[in-house]
């Protein structure tokens, strides 16, 4: 039986007494690194009898992660993946003015002491807080003493080439429809989530009926084309082939536009939320001659699909 999780608001509940290990980051797609962080957490909170938890942002926004609007995991998402890993509380947090304004010590103070009531820190080593993102690792560990709290530092997880990993190069992998690279640091598929909206009904009329996503969240989207993807409905997964694109075959303009042809699924799911699994990119977005041009294409990206799924999913 799994087990409950814990939410904590720190904008509105009392300060809460049960004694934590708190990882703290912003943890947008909770790559290998941050597992890394989350497996040292619950390691040490089996250790010392501690709480494994987290301190998470309510909303993801434009002044989270600076210059990008788009990012790889909602608030939900993060929820679902850190649960499975073991988290079991969860700080919510307004990153709202207030929280900007805060000096490295009175985050260490009014956040990790009083609230958070945090026993052991666990953060990467260029973790920054307070205003400006004037608190270092070094601060953390200066005012130790005075609150009673222990700060561990964990080690970068690095990509092949050596950097280290990082939600800012998963999100350009995943722009640039590197989606096996992206997926191989992520350590799971990447996931969109979204309702299925009404379209134009012109993959009916091809024999290759779609559903259209309208995203829930402001995902970063791979690059336009067709890719190998899983489809969760209604608990269930499904292979299909997704596109992403504007129809250039019959339309002009760049209206993108998501949309997955789902293997041997005909229910009607309009209005229902759907998540879709990126696998492997197949090949980019083509203008077609004809609608006929277009359906022998689509035949062969589903023989190339079911050929991979066959080949290596199985």
Same mark, same amino acid.
């Given at each position: 039986?799994?087990?409950?999780?814990?939410?904590?608001?720190?904008?509105?509940?009392?300060?809460d007494?049960e004694?934590?290990?708190?990882?703290?980051?912003?943890f947008?797609?909770?790559?290998?690194?941050?597992?890394k962080?989350?497996?040292?957490?619950v390691?040490?909170?089996?250790k010392?009898?501690?709480?494994?938890?987290?301190l998470?942002?309510?909303?993801?926004?434009?002044?989270?992660?600076?210059?990008?609007?788009?990012?790889?995991?909602?608030?939900?998402?993060?929820?679902?993946?850190?649960?499975q890993? /073991?988290?079991k509380?969860?700080? @919510?947090? $307004? *990153?709202?003015?207030n929280?900007?304004? &805060? !000096?490295?010590?009175?985050?260490i103070?009014?956040?990790?002491?009083e609230k958070l009531?945090?026993k052991?820190?666990?953060v990467?080593?260029?973790?920054r807080?307070?205003?400006?993102a004037?608190?270092?690792v070094?601060?953390?560990?200066?005012y130790?003493?005075?609150f009673?709290?222990?700060?561990?530092?964990?080690?970068?997880e690095?990509?092949?080439?050596?950097?280290?990993?990082s939600?800012?190069?998963?999100?350009?992998?995943?722009?640039?429809?590197e989606?096996?690279?992206a997926?191989?640091?992520?350590?799971?598929?990447?996931?969109?989530?979204?309702?299925?909206?009404? /379209?134009?009904r012109r993959?009916? @009329?091809? $024999? *290759?009926?779609?559903?259209?996503?309208? &995203? !829930?969240?402001?995902y970063?989207?791979p690059?336009?084309?067709?890719?190998?993807?899983?489809?969760n409905?209604?608990g269930?997964?499904y292979?299909?082939?997704?596109?992403?694109g504007?129809?250039?075959?019959?339309?002009?303009?760049d209206d993108?536009?998501?949309?997955?042809?789902?293997?041997?699924f005909?229910?009607s799911i309009?209005?229902?939320?759907?998540?879709?699994?990126?696998?492997?990119?197949?090949?980019?977005d083509f203008?077609f001659?004809?609608?006929?041009?277009?359906?022998?294409?689509?035949?062969?990206?589903k023989e190339?699909?079911?050929?991979y799924i066959?080949?290596?999913?199985?």
């Amino acid at each position: 039986m799994k087990e409950k999780i814990r939410i904590y608001d720190l904008n509105s509940d009392l300060p809460d007494l049960e004694k934590k290990v708190v990882s703290l980051g912003y943890f947008d797609g909770v790559h290998l690194g941050h597992q890394k962080l989350m497996k040292r957490n619950v390691d040490l909170s089996k250790k010392y009898g501690y709480t494994p938890s987290i301190l998470l942002f309510k909303e993801n926004t434009k002044t989270t992660v600076k210059d990008d609007k788009r990012y790889l995991s909602s608030l939900e998402d993060k929820v679902e993946i850190l649960s499975q890993l /073991g988290i079991k509380t969860f700080c @919510l947090v $307004n *990153f709202d003015e207030n929280f900007m304004k &805060l !000096s490295p010590t009175d985050f260490i103070k009014t956040i990790i002491a009083e609230k958070l009531n945090a026993k052991i820190i666990i953060v990467g080593d260029d973790y920054r807080f307070g205003y400006k993102a004037s608190g270092t690792v070094d601060t953390l560990r200066e005012y130790e003493n005075i609150f009673a709290y222990i700060t561990d530092v964990v080690d970068f997880e690095m990509e092949d080439d050596h950097a280290k990993i990082s939600s800012g190069h998963l999100r350009n992998f995943i722009r640039n429809g590197e989606i096996k690279k992206a997926n191989k640091y992520l350590g799971r598929p990447y996931k969109i989530r979204g309702k299925v909206v009404h /379209g134009k009904r012109r993959g009916r @009329l091809l $024999n *290759f009926p779609t559903a259209n996503l309208d &995203l !829930s969240f402001p995902y970063v989207i791979p690059t336009d084309g067709v890719y190998l993807t899983i489809t969760n409905i209604r608990g269930k997964d499904y292979y299909g082939l997704t596109n992403i694109g504007s129809n250039p075959t019959f339309e002009e303009g760049d209206d993108k536009k998501i949309e997955t042809f789902i293997f041997d699924f005909n229910d009607s799911i309009y209005d229902e939320d759907i998540s879709v699994e990126f696998i492997e990119f197949l090949r980019p977005d083509f203008k077609f001659n004809s609608a006929e041009e277009l359906i022998a294409q689509m035949d062969k990206d589903k023989e190339n699909g079911l050929n991979y799924i066959e080949k290596h999913l199985k």
